[in-house]
């Protein structure tokens, strides 16, 4: 039997490499003939999987983590018609059956058949069906034909494997928040948050034709990661407000368009910088908001949290001026992003040199053993995409 080994959340703070099952084509006692088995060639540490490994959610002990997968099809199953063999393919984190209502209507962040706690699934993370997570070296994918997304040049795509990696969540998540929020020709846009997900959102937006992009944050790397691509900067940590430097850069203290890409975890600003507000974002993006405009929030917000502030937080009760948003007409879009609704565009976006998300986000390439300090650096706000490389395919290009 072939090994496999993959990075398991043990306890708050700390992840380390196990030995784990090789996959199999079977989904519980019945063999999964729709489904393929992947050698991965990159997985990417996400924003989402440290709000686990924090312990800000109630994952358990020993789950693997990783739902950002790149990968070459090295088994197929009898079902499977138009992938094969040798394919290198881009994984959707959500996964999705192609059959159910919400499939057939594109809101495949929401399938029906996959999780049976409730609508949605993803690989490695709590809550969404148990699915093993892709943070591996191997992996199964099922309904392969409907999920994933191959490559139409393998050499090519692999020349630019470090952007394509970000197919599987960070950039489509980005763009949905940006197109949800409406951004287009002309937009000033504020995103909070330069993460990973905020610097793909900031990246999307110049992508749509925004005339201003402005990112918040309160850590000094990641800010100056978002003007290294031409980014407005505001420090929320300053004691003038988001919409007073907004002002200073655009001459009003108000944007057309605002993207969540901070969620639960978020911060006060100014002198509560130092201490958590989970509803401070929210809150300040429909403060600087015209009248009018809407809310992308591909920002993460969970129903369970257990280091939440208080009794409230964590069970996602937040103090959210809802009235405010009613007064300006703003529209709200939350949830998973529907990958599939925009990785293919997305994807010849990146072949065709439209995009470099691989320089906006800073991809870093380390190897699945060195997961462990990639969390831990993470954690403390590095302005870097971490990129797993469990075969040394990507360091080769």
């Given at each position: 039997?072939?090994?496999?080994r993959g990075?398991?959340y043990?306890?708050?703070?700390?992840?380390?490499?196990?030995?784990?099952?090789?996959?199999?084509?079977?989904?519980?006692?019945?063999?999964?003939?729709?489904?393929?088995?992947l050698?991965?060639?990159?997985?990417?540490?996400?924003?989402?999987?440290?709000h686990?490994v924090?312990?800000?959610?109630?994952?358990?002990?020993?789950?693997?983590?990783g739902?950002?997968?790149?990968?070459?099809?090295i088994?197929?199953?009898?079902?499977?018609?138009?992938?094969?063999?040798?394919?290198?393919?881009?994984?959707?984190f959500?996964?999705?059956?192609g059959?159910?209502?919400?499939?057939?209507?594109?809101?495949?962040?929401?399938?029906?058949?996959?999780?049976p706690?409730?609508?949605?699934?993803?690989?490695g993370?709590?809550?969404?069906?148990?699915?093993?997570g892709?943070?591996?070296?191997?992996?199964?994918?099922?309904?392969?034909?409907?999920?994933?997304?191959?490559?139409?040049?393998?050499?090519?795509?692999?020349?630019?494997?470090?952007d394509?990696?970000?197919?599987?969540?960070?950039?489509?998540?980005?763009?949905?928040?940006?197109?949800?929020?409406g951004?287009?020709?002309?937009?000033?846009?504020?995103i909070?948050?330069?993460?990973?997900?905020?610097l793909?959102?900031?990246?999307?937006?110049?992508?749509?034709?925004?005339?201003?992009?402005?990112?918040?944050?309160?850590i000094?790397?990641?800010?100056?990661?978002?003007?290294s691509?031409?980014?407005?900067?505001v420090?929320?940590?300053?004691?003038?407000?988001?919409?007073?430097?907004?002002?200073?850069?655009?001459?009003?203290?108000?944007?057309?368009?605002a993207?969540?890409c901070?969620?639960?975890?978020?911060?006060?600003h100014?002198?509560d910088?130092?201490?958590?507000?989970?509803?401070?974002?929210?809150?300040?993006?429909?403060?600087?908001t015209?009248?009018?405009?809407?809310?992308?929030?591909?920002?993460?917000?969970?129903?369970?949290?257990?280091?939440?502030?208080?009794?409230?937080?964590?069970?996602?009760?937040?103090?959210?001026?809802?009235?405010?948003?009613?007064?300006?007409?703003?529209?709200?879009?939350?949830g998973?992003?529907p990958?599939?609704?925009?990785?293919r565009?997305?994807?010849?976006?990146?072949?065709f040199?439209?995009?470099?998300?691989?320089?906006?986000?800073?991809?870093?390439?380390?190897?699945?053993?060195e997961?462990?300090?990639?969390?831990?650096?993470?954690?403390?706000?590095?302005a870097?995409?971490?990129?797993?490389?469990?075969?040394?395919?990507?360091s080769?290009?």
């Open positions: 039997m072939a090994s496999n990075v398991a043990m306890k708050p703070g700390e992840v380390e490499i196990q030995s784990i099952d090789y996959p199999k084509l079977a989904l519980g006692s019945r063999k999964c003939e729709h489904g393929v088995i050698k991965i060639v990159s997985t990417n540490i996400c924003g989402s999987d440290q686990m924090r312990g800000r959610t109630t994952a358990p002990q020993g789950i693997i983590l739902h950002e997968i790149t990968g070459e099809v088994e197929a199953g009898r079902d499977v018609e138009y992938l094969k063999v040798g394919d290198l393919v881009s994984v959707p959500n996964i999705a059956c059959r159910c209502r919400n499939c057939k209507e594109r809101a495949t962040g929401v399938c029906l058949n996959v999780n706690a409730r609508p949605g699934a993803a690989y993370y709590v809550d969404m069906g148990g699915w093993v892709g943070q591996a070296e191997y992996v199964m994918v099922p309904y392969a034909d409907f999920n994933l997304l191959k490559f139409p040049d393998k050499a090519q795509a692999m020349e630019k494997i470090r394509l990696t970000c197919l599987s969540d960070i950039l489509p998540t980005g763009y949905h928040g940006a197109v949800s929020a951004v287009g020709p002309g937009s000033i846009v504020y909070a948050g330069a993460g990973p997900v905020g793909a959102s900031a990246a999307a937006c110049h992508l749509l034709g925004a005339a201003c992009v402005i990112v918040g944050d309160l000094p790397e990641r800010l100056a990661q978002a003007k691509f031409g980014c407005e900067v420090d929320v940590s300053k004691s003038a407000t988001v919409a007073e430097q907004i002002t200073q850069i655009v001459g009003a203290p108000e944007v057309d368009c993207v969540d901070v969620g639960f975890e978020a911060r006060g100014g002198k910088a130092a201490h958590e507000a989970p509803a401070t974002v929210l809150n300040s993006l429909m403060e600087i015209r009248a009018g405009g809407a809310l992308g929030i591909p920002g993460l917000y969970v129903t369970g949290d257990p280091g939440g502030i208080d009794e409230n937080a964590k069970i996602g009760n937040l103090s959210i001026r809802i009235g405010l948003g009613w007064a300006k007409s703003h529209v709200f879009t939350t998973q992003c990958v599939m609704k925009y990785n565009q997305l994807m010849n976006a990146i072949l040199g439209k995009i470099k998300i691989a320089k906006a986000v800073n991809v870093t390439v380390i190897k699945l053993d997961a462990p300090q990639g969390y831990k650096d993470f954690d403390k706000g590095a870097k995409k971490f990129v797993f490389d469990p075969h040394g395919m990507v080769k290009n």
